[in-house]
């Protein structure tokens, strides 16, 4: 579908807009003389979208009085009216990691550039600066940065306290490496995403500390506990991401961290059909790449197999269907993800095709799910009709969850309750009151 259309902010959320012309310039007029003399150059059309994104984010309005020097730089820089160059978020995170002389401040780094990018990718988003592969690939840049450049730092501190654990095989040092799962593997994070991550190490052995050499896998171990707690720990600076690790075998009952082989015989002997369907997007996003390749080509005869392989609808049928009863369960009727013609039954449909053909017809081996449906339609699976209406019903739904976790910065799908939110996710969604959007995402579902 094309962009979501501006519309002039309703008369309810007037009230909201005029944060921007109280609460913004007392504390640009709090800074010192130079810097506010920044906010009086800003053009017309900026303004007007500091109005619109007030209105639309408690998130963006609480972190621009918190610290309005960060959105006057970010004005300054040009960040906010354009896209970001390749590399150009880790560039910036690397500076200020690079700096960091222990892991308090490692966390403060983190968080503060995370806020700062979270700004400008709310202000795009709800500005229409940007489409939903743009938000969706700047989140996931950000992500990979902020994972791979503090698993680095983290190493790099590691070592010099436990020694460089070495391959007793191969006698090479060996690294993590971080495998995202879900949506960070698909490169489709959402505004307010955990991250489903799975940790690896390629050998076993043992560090080359002279005095108390710890195994490997303790190593990595001790490492990962570290990385989650950079991630994911709520501090007054909050959280960089939620990293969610029940995906690993075993779940939250297994080690937390897997050498190459033990994952290789855990999937060829215990590995489950849902597993088989995460597996689809898992990707190498910190760590050794090159040695995380060497994985993926190691799993990937348990994900696609090289026979036409029917026994996966079987499977995912029984996966919805637990889905449809927790949402039963849980009251999630109004769950856009969850609940009856949502985010997750588009996702199902395209990942039943990949796990019955995927084994056999290569192009289908896609992890983001806008490509796998322009197979899906490009190789004959389905009808253009069909694949028109899966996508634009897909892409509404993406951008309608954006719009209800920009409110808050907080992971959630389900449909507000309140008259104010409502009309809130109604406008970022460009309709004049909640009933016309409702009825058109009811269209869709």
């Known amino acids: 579908m094309s962009l979501p259309p501006l519309i002039t902010l309703p008369a309810t959320l007037q009230g909201l807009a005029e944060r921007a012309q109280v609460a913004w310039p007392a504390a640009v007029a709090a800074l010192p003389e130079h810097e506010a003399a920044r906010f009086a150059r800003w053009p017309t059309a900026r303004l007007e979208c500091l109005q619109r994104v007030f209105a639309a984010s408690d998130f963006v309005f609480a972190q621009a009085l918190r610290d309005p020097l960060m959105l006057l730089e970010l004005a300054d820089a040009g960040e ?19 700096a960091c002389a222990d892991e308090d401040e490692l966390g403060r780094c983190l968080r503060r550039l995370r806020n700062r990018q979270q700004t400008r990718i709310i202000w795009r988003d709800v500005c229409r600066l940007s489409d ?23 190493y790099g501190r590691h070592c010099i306290q436990y020694g460089t654990p070495i391959g007793a095989r191969s006698g090479l040092p ?6 995202g799962m879900g949506k960070l593997g698909a490169h489709e994070l959402n505004l307010s995403s955990d991250i489903d991550l799975i940790f690896a190490f390629a050998e076993g052995g043992e560090t080359d500390a002279t005095k108390r050499p710890l195994d490997n896998q303790e190593f990595f171990i001790r490492l990962g506990q570290r990385l989650i707690k950079a991630l994911d720990a709520i501090t007054v600076d909050g959280f960089v991401f ?5 995906l690993r075998p075993y779940g939250s009952s297994g080690p937390l961290v897997f050498s190459f082989n033990a994952l290789e015989q855990y999937y060829q002997d215990q590995g489950r059909d849902w597993e088989r369907y ?9 760590g050794d790449q090159q040695a995380g390749k060497r994985l993926l080509e190691m799993l990937m005869p348990f994900v696609y197999r090289r026979y036409l392989d029917f026994s996966a609808i ?19 009727a109004d769950n856009i993800k969850l609940g009856s013609g949502g985010i997750r039954e588009v996702e199902f449909i395209a990942q039943a095709f990949q796990l019955i053909h995927g084994g056999r017809d290569l192009s289908l081996q896609h992890r983001p799910l ?21 996508r634009e019903g897909y892409e509404f739904l993406r951008y309608t969850e954006h719009a209800l976790q920009a409110l808050a910065d907080r992971q959630t799908q389900m449909l507000p309750d309140g008259a104010q939110e409502r009309e809130r996710v109604a406008f970022v969604m460009g309709f004049a009151d909640w009933p016309s959007f409702h009825q058109q995402l009811m269209h869709w579902r």
């Open 174 to 179: 060996q690294q993590l490496v971080v495998l």
């Open 370 to 390: 806008l490509k796998v449906l322009s197979v899906l339609e490009g190789q004959g699976y389905l009808p253009p009709a069909v694949i028109a209406e899966m």
């Open 242 to 246: 939620r990293v969610d690790m029940r």
């Open 80 to 98: 906010l009216e354009r896209s970001l160059a390749a590399g150009e978020v880790r560039a910036q995170l690397q500076l200020a990691v690079d």
């Open 314 to 332: 079987e499977a995912l049928r029984a996966m919805k269907q637990l889905i449809q009863q927790e949402v039963r369960r849980k009251g999630m």
């Open 132 to 154: 939903l592969r743009e938000t969706c690939g700047d989140l996931t840049l950000l992500a990979e940065a902020c994972i791979d450049l503090a698993c680095s730092w983290l």
């Open 278 to 286: 995460a597996m689809i997007k898992a990707r190498v996003v910190a």
